[in-house]
Nanobody, 123 residues
Framework: VQLQASGGGLVQAGGSLRLSCAVSGGTFTTHALGWFRQAPGKEREFVAAISYNGDSTYYADSVKGRFTISRDNAKNTGYLQMNSLKPEETAVYYC?????????????????WGRGTQVTVSS
């Protein structure tokens, strides 16, 4: 399974971005999808996850109410809509897939990772 995140860029504080995660080489509809981010000098942290069929989602407390994770299984693509972005959310954002669990939140549980897309939020 290969994943490719895209949609990152430079945005002002309070702005919005929509990230996409294109998945190929496997059965996308059987994999949970997660988003993580890693700021310079920090560990990669969980942002959001969605179950294989989209019926369940889970968010880190820091993004609840501002970010929305979704997926379109017909297009083999996942999304992360990010609103009201803050400068401290500047990071490389990664998407990941897990074929074994319904709604994984731990980095170590994901088998497949994309390369990431840079999100920069200016103040």
């Amino acid at each position: 399974v290969q994943l490719q995140a895209s949609g990152g860029g430079l945005v002002q504080a309070g702005g919005s971005l929509r990230l996409s995660c294109a998945v190929s080489g496997g059965t996308f509809t059987t994999h949970a999808l997660g988003w993580f981010r890693q700021a310079p000098g920090k560990e990669r942290e969980f942002v959001a996850a969605i179950s294989y069929n989209g019926d369940s989602t889970y968010y880190a407390d820091s993004v609840k109410g501002r970010f929305t994770i979704s997926r379109d299984n017909a297009k083999n693509t996942g999304y992360l809509q990010m609103n009201s972005l803050k400068p401290e959310e500047t990071a490389v954002y990664y998407c990941a897939a897990d074929r074994l669990r319904h709604l994984p939140t731990l980095r170590a549980l994901y088998q497949y990772w994309g390369r990431g897309t840079q999100v920069t939020v200016s103040s």
